[in-house]
């Protein structure tokens, strides 16, 4: 109550507002404020180094953890240093007089340590809470702790769908002004599986409206926006992808910059490095941005497998259950598909080698994965039965029309053009310079394949951040192979690259060979 | 597995080592490393920003955070840029060759994910971890989500010992080679509170080993080691400490550069921002650092107050029941003393204030607060029980004699002399220039005191930083007072310090006047 008088009594007695000044160090989200130790303010109000500090000017404020200088270099007495995004984000020229005062604590703290403690809170902390998250109040230690808090079977359903209402609420929200508007979602953990590059053009070409944003890899060798980029731009404006949508009925752009979920966005910050994945959060991520997104139907695929995200049928019923509920109580329409998640789908895992394979599809070509083909066409077919002229069970068949005709194709060169085309050529794919085979030790059948052994490898190898690096498989589930058979290659930049990518292999290939009879049981289910 | 060898592989490669250069900015307590856009090194690597990094020179290492940069001022293209603490740490001077790679994850980092997901950890884990954050190997975010996991009620009390026992083991030992070794310690809570300053020139006196170290404040306008600094340096290098504590036979010195337990020092930096304070991390700290300090027997103060860290008794059972469970098992003697937290114990509140009521009570002075007297003779008596020699029931009139007959004024001077002496009268003490009295508004009588409103009322007054400031309480429960009557009087440096105390006390003082029969049960018992 009182500390935003003692603000006004600060700047009552005068303290000199500083220069603007931008210090060329980039810290990655995370706004940072350099002061210099012998600065007047900081000597008057014994700011503490990594304390949180609002810097302002002309209405405008942003937050900033505070490093105190020693190196007039860097920032003199009379200035104020912000870090590249910081900077950016204040918006303002160097030399711009700005204020800079002790951040109040965010007001939902106190929610923060009810959660702590093992609370359940009410949809209004939970608002509190991702409006304080959205607008970066909180630090990324406040941050963590409320990931954590949330992450220890400590949220009930009906917290699940605050959780997920409040980051809906918060961000940007799109009205299309027509229904339905269709989405599909996959909880990932599968290499390749690039099936929105395939149903986003067949939807499209029907006729449905499909908004789809897509993300890039956090942990995986490529997201559907990398894989993306190797054929259009995808890092649109968002009014440009808003207008392409409306003209195209559908997009592949990544949704990174269209703040739909602002407080995912900050989440994801500490759950990356953290690999926390809980069944709450990810709800809540994934329901808020589509309802956000303004979609009406949701597609969702739960890809179960021993390597998979989600490992059991069991797990993978309760967290339907979980996604249905919420899903409900939000208003969307919801159908949860259970899919084989035992291997990679498609043979190439990274950017270039998967951007081949959905080309590959489109146009038919002979060499074209089948399995993306057939998942591909079963999510088509599923979506395309949200459309209520559609028939229940007639969806496959016009998804398999729509692609064989050759109009799905010509809906993904229409996107790709309207993006901004990359020229590719899927017989000739801009792969990278250094391959390694990786063979069969032992004559058998593949009875198993390890996708996480094998999203390591490629990652090692340099995707995503190296389009053309990632793994080429050459054998899947249930092939008979003879010893020296190539079982997948390698593709790397750099020497020392395709040298961790080979001793991640020597040590353990991902693939598992044997009888026949051994190999696991599909064990999935549609609904 | 492989991740070593490819370490070594990339040096097999060439890449160029950096020149070290010390970059002026003070990232308190978390290490950055700086390097430009365009180096090398960086671009080869592919680092991401905030990537954990590990820098090494003439077989020193040290992990940082790195922070790309695009401004040659700061770092060149063939540097390595390291903030004021880090530089410090590595010990090299500036163009130093150093190497950077890419950090290991900490190998504790699977049991910390089984913490987070709620399961138990083995004796084992704890050490594991406990080693990864002393050797800060642990991301800030990685230290919430361990603090954080472990508050949640989810560690039961034998895991509770695990980490007391792990983070004793993983710093330095003392062993003072004789039995017994005392020491006391109070959870905290309680403003003022000075016992320590009294009880151990008192223990020392009678011949008792006591190697009590004292801590700065946290979120306290005072700690001991901040009062005892107006006195004598606090500061001392180890080596100085224990040649004191041997002729001596106590301290009252800092014990935060002593390493007796580092991982409690790291994890500190996150509890701090999120006033986190749970048992089990409460009986881990301290148990730890006595243990490691080589005490054998402790005596635990637990205040119980509406306003005090325990608000109940049944709590502070509980409390004490955690505290003897692990002190056991640890093999620490341990004597717990539930006390009267209900309202700040001496007159002062702040570094000056209290110095100025320990030197009373050792010198007898007539104004001497009786309450801080009292209590400082009761826990005295407690400890010098310890020793063999003292008869049950005995220590408090021994401990009476030692301060009546100006032993411990002579043993409190003698420490003063050692660790370095600073000039201090009592009767005129350095008080901050501004002061205000906040008057009683009715007539009554004292019926309760707010001990959270008056440490907030000291600190934002400028205690500790400003060793004068703080609060000088001139009524207390049980005090019978008219309309007018001064209830304290607030000491501040600076005008707007004053003014945010003010507005803080004009918002609520702190003091409820009534009648006297309204005044809460004193509720508290020894064992």
Chains 1, 2 share one sequence.
Not at 84 to 89: G, L, Q, Y
Not at 331 to 342: A, F, H, M, P
Not at 394 to 417: C, P, T
Request: charged residues 25%; glycine residues 8%; aromatic residues 4%.
């Amino acid at each position: 109550m009182d500390k935003p008088q003692r603000r006004s009594q600060e700047s009552d007695e005068g303290l000199m507002p500083l220069a603007l000044k931008r210090v060329g160090i980039d810290t990655y989200r995370e706004n940072v404020a350099y002061l210099h130790r012998e600065c007047d303010l900081y000597r008057a109000e014994g700011f503490q180094a990594l304390a949180k500090v609002e810097v302002g000017a002309n209405g405008r404020r942003i937050l900033a953890s505070l490093n105190v200088v020693d190196d007039e270099a860097i920032v003199g007495h009379d200035q104020l240093g912000l870090s590249e995004e910081a900077f950016a984000s204040l918006g303002m020229p160097e030399g711009q007089p700005v204020c800079v005062s002790q951040a109040e604590p965010p007001g939902s703290i106190p929610a923060l340590h009810r959660k702590i403690n093992g609370e359940r809170l009410t949809r209004r902390d939970f608002r509190a809470i991702v409006q304080d998250v959205a607008e970066r109040r909180y630090s990324k230690i406040e941050l963590t702790a409320f990931v954590v808090a949330c992450d220890l079977g400590e949220m009930d359903r009906e917290e699940v769908f605050y959780l997920s209402d409040a980051m809906a609420r918060v961000g940007r929200q799109l009205d299309w002004h027509e229904h339905p508007v269709v989405d599909k979602h996959c909880i990932g953990g599968i290499p390749g599986n690039r099936t929105s590059m395939l149903v986003v053009p067949i939807v499209a070409a029907h006729g449905s409206l499909c908004p789809k944003t897509s993300s890039r890899a956090i942990t995986s060798p490529s997201g559907t926006a990398d894989t993306m980029e190797v054929l259009a731009r995808v890092d649109l404006p968002f009014a440009e992808l808003n207008e392409l949508v409306r003209t195209h009925r559908g997009c592949l752009a990544w949704g990174g910059s269209s703040d739909l979920s602002p407080a995912d966005d900050v989440l994801i910050t500490v759950e990356r490095p953290l690999s926390l994945d809980s069944p709450g959060q990810m709800v809540a991520s994934i329901l808020s941005k589509k309802v956000s997104a303004g979609s009406t139907h949701l597609l969702l695929d739960i890809p179960v497998g021993p390597q998979a995200k989600v490992r059991s049928m069991p797990e993978a019923r309760r967290l339907r259950k979980l996604f249905e509920f919420v899903a409900g109580r939000m208003g969307l329409t919801l159908e949860v598909v259970i899919t084989d998640g035992r291997q990679p789908i498609g043979r190439g895992i990274g950017p270039v080698l998967e951007a081949r394979d959905v080309m590959h599809v489109l146009m038919q070509h002979p060499e074209s994965p089948q399995d993306l083909r057939q998942k591909s066409l079963q999510l088509a077919g599923r979506m395309l039965e949200f459309d209520p002229d559609v028939r229940g069970g007639d969806g496959y068949g016009i998804a398999r029309d729509i692609l064989e005709s050759g109009r799905a194709l010509e809906k993904m060169r229409a996107i790709i053009r309207a993006q901004g085309e990359t020229p590719f050529d899927p017989e000739a794919p801009p792969l990278a310079p250094l391959s390694f085979e990786v063979m069969a030790p032992q004559d058998g059948v593949v009875i198993a394949i390890d996708n996480r052994r094998l999203a390591r490898v490629a990652r090692l190898a340099g995707a995503p951040k190296a389009k053309g690096a990632g793994v080429d498989l050459l054998a899947c589930i249930g092939d008979t192979v003879t010893a020296g058979q190539p079982l997948y290659r390698v593709y790397a930049s750099y020497r020392n690259e395709r040298n961790a990518a080979h001793q991640c292999c020597d040590c353990d290939n991902g693939f598992t060979l044997g009888e026949a009879a051994a190999i696991a049981p599909l064990n999935v289910e549609g609904r």
